[in-house]
């Protein structure tokens, strides 16, 4: 009977060492290291342009800013030394942004409420999400124009001015800052809806099951909890609205100053029409009729500050729940 | 009245009251659609199908129908809005395509290779490139780009070539897309990225422990996977590259001619001018009926693609639904 040879005697097996994979890249095929370089070469590429486009604007903009740019009203005149500053841009972007968010903030919680926490009819719900997908999706130089349009029937005639001829102008900072609502409102209503569906059942029914009512629920317990939700949508939708120029060139005028419609205080100013930073920009590059380049670059390092002010607000207002920390970009589209 | 006001609401008036709210987007929608197309219909019917045409200089075209009385006739709403769409499409096509390469790429990056420190910068830089306003990207091109095209770029004999054509000045194809490029593409390396994330993590290791290298299990697992997201991040990118108005009617030259792509290299500095560029630019001269009628048309036109784009950004995200990715 044959037995098998012993060789040699078994050694006890020791773990293996840790040894951290070394990849290199000279086991890879030459078109996936072109591929690698191509990703290193894109992801580097980003941070060049982001860095460049906020250096040089800053070198630019604080070159040419000054305390009386910022505290002097713009003055109609070709020369330079005389045609002030942009004081009445910034009301008229602060102005804009406020009325925007006002009437965007509460249809877009209402909605995004009545979305996740009732949906019935299920085909009405969905129609109402489309719906809003839409409205993000529409360019918002169709969505200045349809207001333009809106705005001149006759019933509107109270939100601005009307001529000799009872034509309604249709431009004035309410009828702009109502179309600059739909422009911040997929932004409220993205980030309420995420922050609810977020919201684990058991804290429903935690409330149900003390014999609260569904909207005593959404009033006491949802609403609290979702507010830092709201406060990040509304600053993106804020950031939006601050940096849309179509919108103030069709529906504001985009006048040099603000030009209120009465002398009745606050009222006149609503409906009057103005200008706002990115109008001011826009008309004072050499595209437009102003072509003052250093205003035009003190002007747009101010929007910059306000624009990223407002976009990196969000961090500060929900450090968590945040992924991979591009969700925010993802809500307007 | 107030006390009533005041007291708890009932869960039935409040889901009315919510749902009332809700539906206001949706009559908002009809209404667009309904202003937008009553004010555009006189300058369809008046055209015809030669809408779509090209009719010689359309610029020349909208200055004639401003001087057109309250009272135009057939004749003066004649237009062939051609080169605008050309120019649409040309701006948008090569953008998207070109940030599509370079948002897989940038995605990858950011989910893949990038270590931990600098995906801590390459994050805020991608929504800081989302958020910076079209107009200070415009002002960079205008006073920036352009410039240097003209000066760099283009040679005497060039512009002299087409002299009696077109003006070369630099504004142009070539800065449109560069800058549109740039616009557009945080959009869909943001919805990239996340489907990259969200693929389930077995399946690329699956592939790893197979001996592939780390960038064959990204393109040949992560981003098949991801498929869907791109399509969708795709149409997204072309519904925002359509709508572009006031960046391209800073650096596209602002010409209503159709760059030509017989011309050779010069076809990239010829100056154009999208749909949404002449809306703005001719906003002022709407109290011309004949104007306002092709102003109306161009925005009809327009909403008419980012429905159509919705749509289609809606079916692109069916197939996500399925790993609970939320586009």
């Known amino acids: 009977m044959a037995v098998a040879p012993q060789t040699e005697p078994l050694r006890p097996i020791r773990p293996p060492r840790k040894r951290r994979v070394n990849e290199s890249l000279s086991t890879w095929r030459w078109g996936d290291r072109i591929a690698f370089v191509l990703c290193w070469a894109s992801g580097i590429a980003l941070c060049a342009i982001a860095g460049g486009i906020v250096l040089y604007m800053a070198f630019k903009g604080l070159q040419y800013l000054s305390f009386e740019l910022l505290t002097a009203r713009p003055q109609p005149s070709a020369d330079q030394k005389a045609s002030g500053g942009f004081l009445d841009p910034i009301i008229g972007t602060v102005v804009l942004t406020v009325i925007g968010i006002v009437i965007a903030t509460p249809i877009a919680v209402a909605t995004a409420f009545w979305i996740v926490e009732y949906g019935r009819p299920s085909w009405l719900a969905r129609a109402v999400e489309s719906g809003i997908e839409v409205v993000a999706g529409t360019p918002d130089i169709v969505i200045a124009i349809f207001g333009l349009a809106l705005f001149q029937q006759g019933i509107f005639s109270l939100l601005s001015f009307t001529a000799q001829g009872g034509a309604v102008f249709g431009r004035s900072f309410l009828t702009a800052g109502a179309m600059m609502s739909l422009i911040a409102l997929p932004m409220v209503f993205g980030a309420t809806r995420e922050g609810l569906q977020s919201v684990s059942a058991h804290v429903r029914e935690a409330s149900y099951a003390l014999g609260k009512t569904k909207i005593a629920t959404i009033r006491r317990v949802l609403l609290p909890s979702v507010k830092p939700n709201i406060s990040t949508g509304a600053a993106l939708g804020m950031g939006r609205i601050a940096g849309d120029t179509a919108v103030v060139v069709v529906l504001l005028g985009a006048t040099l100053r603000i030009d209120p419609e009465s002398s009745f205080p606050g009222v006149g100013l609503l409906r009057g029409t103005g200008g706002t930073l990115t109008s001011y920009v826009y008309n004072n590059s050499s595209a437009g009729e102003g072509n003052a380049k250093e205003k035009a670059y003190a002007a747009a390092f101010v929007l910059l500050l306000i624009v990223i002010g407002l976009n990196f607000a969000v961090d500060a207002i929900a450090k968590r729940g945040a992924q991979t920390g591009l969700e925010s970009t993802r809500l307007g589209t | ?327």
């Not at chain 2, 990207?137 to 040679?155: A, K, Q, R, T, W």
């Not at chain 2, 969200?198 to 399946?203: L, M, N, Q, Y």
């Not at chain 2, 650096?251 to 076809?267: E, I, R």
């Not at chain 2, 002449?278 to 036109?301: H, M």
């Open chain 2, 1 to 327: 009245m107030l006390e009533r006001l005041r007291e708890p609401w009932s869960d039935r008036r409040a889901e009315r009251m919510l749902g009332a709210l809700a539906s206001v987007v949706l009559l908002l929608i009809v209404l667009m659609i309904v202003f937008v197309a009553a004010r555009a219909w006189p300058s369809f019917q008046h055209n015809g199908l030669s809408w779509f045409t090209g009719k010689g200089d359309v610029d020349v075209q909208i200055g004639n129908q401003v001087n057109t009385g309250a009272k135009p006739t057939s004749a003066d709403y004649q237009i062939g809005v051609w080169p605008l769409i050309w120019g649409t499409v040309l701006t948008t096509g090569f953008a998207v395509l070109i940030g599509l390469a370079f948002a897989i790429f940038a995605a990858i990056f950011i989910v893949e290779f990038a270590p931990g420190g600098l995906r801590r910068v390459v994050v805020p830089v991608v929504r800081l490139l989302a958020a910076v306003p079209s107009v200070i990207y415009g002002l960079i091109g205008i006073l920036v780009l352009v410039p240097f095209v003209n000066d760099h770029l283009v040679s005497e004999a060039r512009k002299k070539s087409v002299q009696y054509v077109i003006n070369l000045s630099g504004t142009g194809l070539i800065v449109s897309v560069v800058i549109l490029t740039v616009m557009i593409t945080p959009i869909m390396i943001a919805i990239i990225t996340d489907a990259l994330y969200a693929v389930p993590r077995g399946w690329k290791e699956g592939a790893v422990a197979l001996g592939v290298n780390r960038w064959r299990a990204m393109w040949t697992v992560s981003v098949r996977a991801a498929r869907p997201a791109i399509i969708a991040a795709v149409v997204l990118a072309c519904a925002r590259a359509l709508g572009e108005a006031i960046m391209l009617s800073m650096v596209s030259g602002s010409k209503g001619f159709a760059p030509n792509p017989a011309d050779g290299l010069t076809f990239i500095f010829e100056p154009l001018r999208p749909l949404a560029s002449t809306i703005v630019e001719d906003a002022e001269s709407l109290n011309a009926p004949a104007v306002q009628a092709s102003v109306y048309s161009f925005a009809l036109l327009l909403l008419f693609s980012s429905l159509v784009l919705s749509i289609g950004a809606w079916l692109a995200k069916q197939p996500m639904k399925k790993y609970g990715i939320r586009v």
